[in-house]
């Protein structure tokens, strides 16, 4: 993987650049639509590639309970499992093993946890064996195993937290240097005939709740293992807004100039909006498509509605100056008569708009950067 930064604001920390991977160049900054489970929902492939949507999310705790790592594998990766040509991250899952406090269990060597499909089965994720599974799954960009604090934890808890994951992430960089990149150079080799994947970037994980000191400490202590790229991990967990800015722009000035920024979990338009001025180059949420499964859309106005009544016989489309198929092509009317009768055509639209909405925006934020004007 390489990263290039090819303009930085003279107004700001914004910057824009080229992060170029396996299965092709990045424009960034960039918003990246997730699919937790080798899908965008409600989307194929081609429509999210229709919607230029340059990289996707997939989630390695979900893809290990199903179908399974081994499996992909045999099917030659997740890009040829789920039909998607270009650069995907998977992320460790463990946000997902943070969720489901109730069912997990965290020890130094790693974390036990029962599957959420049963709450019977019984696993344990180690960070070696969270870069082995995406190692199978072939991946771009992997993340390491991690403890994601609660935003209203104590200080002491935040502390050991971090302490853990900074053991974690250490042993999964080296697992990963000893091993897999040995494993990626005879890959690229056989690829073309096996399946088998390109070399991978391991992104290392700040954390540190929400304590500018403890961010400090991982910080350096990442950047002293020179992971090709940093994600800020641990925001977007339920804190308010204001801290959510507050340790993203802080934490971003923490992390190298010539190295990815990547700020997990934050995807909506005014997020995007004051985050990318910070100097971070990657966003991801789920919340385009859950919304649209919610009969919600993005406009310039802010989030709305198609259910709301005003909209019964306008036949206007969502946004006006929108590009998206559901924009040129239908009505408000139209659509909120799909979703009222719960046709499945109105999440498919809704989730279109959405998606696009942010590959736009995102696009316009890169325009007035290479402009000098953000």
Request: aromatic fraction near 8%; include cysteine; proline fraction near 6%.
């Amino acid at each position: 993987m390489k990263f290039t930064v090819i303009k930085r604001s003279v107004k700001s920390c914004a910057r824009a650049g080229l992060l170029e991977t396996a299965h092709g160049v990045i424009e960034t900054p960039v918003f990246m639509p997730v699919g937790t489970l080798g899908t965008v929902k409600a989307l194929t492939p081609d429509l999210v590639a229709a919607q230029e949507a340059q990289i996707i999310l997939a989630n390695t705790y979900h893809l290990f309970l199903r179908p399974g790592a081994d499996l992909i594998a045999g099917a030659g990766g997740l890009h040829k499992f789920m039909h998607w040509p270009g650069p995907i991250l998977t992320d460790s899952g463990g946000f997902q093993v943070f969720s489901l406090a109730r069912l997990r269990r965290i020890t130094p060597d790693g974390v036990e946890f029962q599957s959420h499909l049963d709450g019977g089965a019984k696993h344990f994720f180690t960070p070696e064996l969270v870069i082995d599974i995406q190692s199978k799954l072939g991946s771009d960009i992997i993340m390491p195993l991690d403890v994601c604090s609660a935003p209203d934890a104590p200080k002491e808890k935040v502390a050991a937290d971090l302490q853990l994951t900074l053991e974690w992430e250490k042993r999964a960089r080296d697992y990963f240097s000893r091993t897999l990149r040995l494993r990626s150079v005879s890959a690229v080799r056989e690829s073309s005939e096996a399946g088998m994947s390109a070399p991978q970037a391991l992104f290392g994980i700040v954390q540190g709740g929400m304590f500018a000191d403890l961010r400090q400490e991982s910080a350096a202590a990442l950047t002293g293992l020179d992971f090709p790229g940093y994600a800020i991990g641990g925001v977007s967990v339920g804190e308010p807004e204001a801290e959510l800015y507050r340790i993203a722009e802080y934490t971003a000035g923490l992390l190298p100039e010539t190295k990815p920024r990547y700020l997990m979990g934050v995807g909506l338009p005014e997020n995007l909006l004051q985050c990318v001025p910070f100097g971070i180059d990657m966003f991801d949420a789920v919340l385009p498509t859950r919304l649209a499964r919610h009969n919600s859309f993005f406009s310039p106005g802010g989030l709305e509605s198609i259910l709301n009544a005003q909209y019964a016989a306008d036949f206007a489309p969502l946004v006006a100056d929108c590009d998206c198929y559901a924009c040129r092509n239908f009505s408000r009317a139209y659509i909120r008569h799909l979703a009222l009768a719960k046709e499945i055509l109105a999440i498919v639209l809704l989730t279109i708009h959405n998606i696009r909405y942010l590959v736009n925006l995102m696009r316009k934020i890169r325009a007035r950067i290479l402009a000098g004007e953000l």
